[in-house]
């Protein structure tokens, strides 16, 4: 279901699934059976406008992850098409995907698992520029990311250990942005923080969105994080969007069952 | 069961991690402790459980009742672990056994206390699996943790932590893994059951939203010190101390707002 939004842009998106479905075929019970098929996620829709932030929510299991991988070219759609700016986005050589990954960044959930223990954080935050062949001086580079997420270039000669955990996670997302992309994805990107650390990189989510012109992509459980920091949501349950529209309009008048025994057990402060 | 820590001094290889915290905590009372990482929250959790690595030294009184627990022997301090003193940890995955069916990790602490033997361990898991809400509790103690969801597998910790009726419950972080509703749907378990057996809880988290609906008093840590104390509804409204008014802004910065 797709539901009509006055807030969405009326120009073209910058990311764009249609139609997308995933379907895994799991093991024959016997040789002589068919294998049954499980439905990951059921014809898709989802827009990312250009400087929009888009938070995509629902439970384990219900396809947010599978939606974000095709959406992301890391897994191929059984149906449905991905564009980024007007051009198809398919899983294949890096090479020929090199155009996409210079324009995305992402930041996942765990700041401990997600930086290398042994690389000093300078590299670490370089990584992408290397990876992508950017050019430029990429020591500046790190520096002006490292300073812009709220550290010192002295942390940049230093290890993941030294740091706290949302030291660590302002790692993650300089990482992430270092090469300028377009759009920032983030996986349950404050799941395993303090409140207060939260908060901080919350706060630097959005700034980050305002001076370097990013479009978000979240995906989270967490729903005050979802009113914090995104304009549009978009629901999933069972493999499907169930609604989507502007985050205000969802969930504070939510049409799906599912959608309303969320909200009725999302813990508050009054 | 009463706890009462009073001027609870301890330090990790000589550096101090806790320093001069006192509460208490009456029989049948629900206390929050509140804080970051590093404020020393899950270092008094320790502390009344005798788990403290063995660099730590430990000054000051914890009494269990009219029982000093500070300088007990690990010998004298592990029988109370699980009978008296129940305990659910942040995350189930952890703190349950891959190789060991739902079962048998139910019903260890009846078999570690109680000597009980195999058929009425069963039986007693079956029981607490009931009483905790989880589906088909007679087939579901024959099973493995990876076979249950994350919710479940909290309930399993619950079951275990309370199935020989402790009368002091220590939990750290116990939502934190769980999705929304799930963790609704735990707390809510949570509070039913210390409401009805009349058990203490001492409760950590650094979630202010999920702290409000399980205890109505708590207190606040930071650096090792406990800097305010009182009820929820007023550390809430009216902060006092720079660091609680800390964490109920970054609270309000990140929590639903309703209105």
């Not at chain 1, 050589?93 to 042994?118: C, E, H, K, M, N």
């Not at chain 2, 190789?99 to 195999?118: D, V, Y």
Request: charged fraction near 25%; glycine fraction near 10%.
């Amino acid at each position: 279901m797709t539901v009509d939004d006055p807030t969405r842009a009326s120009s073209a998106p910058l990311l764009s699934g249609r139609g997308l479905t995933r379907t895994y075929r799991l093991p024959r019970p016997s040789p002589f059976q068919p294998g049954a098929v499980r439905h990951a996620l059921i014809d898709a829709d989802l827009d990312v406008a250009a400087g929009e932030s888009v938070a995509l929510i629902g439970e384990s299991g219900s396809g947010k992850s599978t939606l974000v991988k095709l959406l992301l070219a890391l897994d191929a759609p059984t149906a449905g098409s991905v564009t980024f700016d007007g051009r198809p986005v398919r899983p294949g050589r890096a090479a020929a995907l090199r155009w996409f990954r210079r324009d995305t960044g992402v930041v996942l959930q765990d700041p401990y698992s997600s930086l290398d223990p042994r690389m000093r954080i300078r590299d670490t935050v370089a990584e992408p520029l290397r990876a992508l062949s950017i050019d430029g001086d990429h020591r500046a580079l790190v520096d002006e990311m490292l300073e812009r997420v709220g550290l010192t270039r002295e942390h940049g000669d230093g290890y993941p250990h030294e740091l706290s955990g949302g030291q660590r996670q302002r790692v993650a997302v300089a990482r992430a942005v270092v090469h300028r992309p377009r759009l920032l994805v983030g996986d349950e990107p404050m799941s395993a923080l303090d409140v207060t650390v939260r908060a901080q990189i919350l706060a630097l989510l959005r700034e980050l969105r305002d001076d370097l012109g990013l479009s978000l992509l979240t995906v989270s459980h967490d729903i005050g994080l979802v009113q914090h920091l995104a304009d549009r949501v978009a629901v999933l349950h069972d493999g499907r969007i169930v609604e989507q529209g502007a985050v205000d309009d969802v969930l504070r008048n939510p049409r799906h069952d599912y959608t309303r025994g969320l909200m009725a057990s999302v813990p508050t402060l009054d | 069961m009463s706890l009462s820590i009073d001027d609870l001094h301890v330090d990790l290889g000589g550096r101090p991690v806790i320093e001069g915290v006192s509460l208490s905590i009456g029989d049948g009372e629900r206390l929050g402790l509140i804080g970051e990482s590093g404020s020393g929250k899950s270092m008094t959790l320790l502390a009344v459980l005798g788990l403290l690595p063995d660099a730590a030294t430990v000054r000051g009184s914890i009494r269990l009742d009219d029982r000093e627990l500070v300088g007990l022997s690990d010998r004298d301090h592990a029988p109370l672990r699980g009978a008296e003193i129940g305990v659910v940890f942040q995350d189930p995955r952890t703190s349950l056994d891959p190789i060991r069916t739902i079962g048998s990790q139910i019903a260890e602490p009846l078999r570690l206390h109680e000597g009980i033997g195999r058929r009425e361990a069963r039986a007693r898991a079956i029981e607490a699996a009931a009483e905790v809400g989880l589906p088909d509790p007679a087939g579901i103690v024959d099973r493995y943790p990876h076979q249950l969801s994350g919710g479940q597998r909290q309930r399993v910790v619950i079951a275990t932590a309370l199935i020989a009726r402790p009368r002091l419950l220590l939990a750290d972080e116990p939502t934190t893994a769980l999705d929304v509703s799930t963790q609704a749907e735990v707390l809510d378990l949570f509070r039913r059951l210390v409401d009805e057996r009349g058990t203490s809880l001492l409760f950590v988290t650094h979630d202010l939203a999920v702290l409000r609906r399980v205890v109505d008093h708590a207190a606040v840590l930071s650096a090792g010190r406990l800097v305010e104390q009182g009820p929820v509804r007023e550390l809430l409204t009216r902060p006092a101390h720079p660091v609680t008014r800390g964490l109920v802004a970054a609270s309000e910065a990140t929590t639903w707002r309703t209105t």
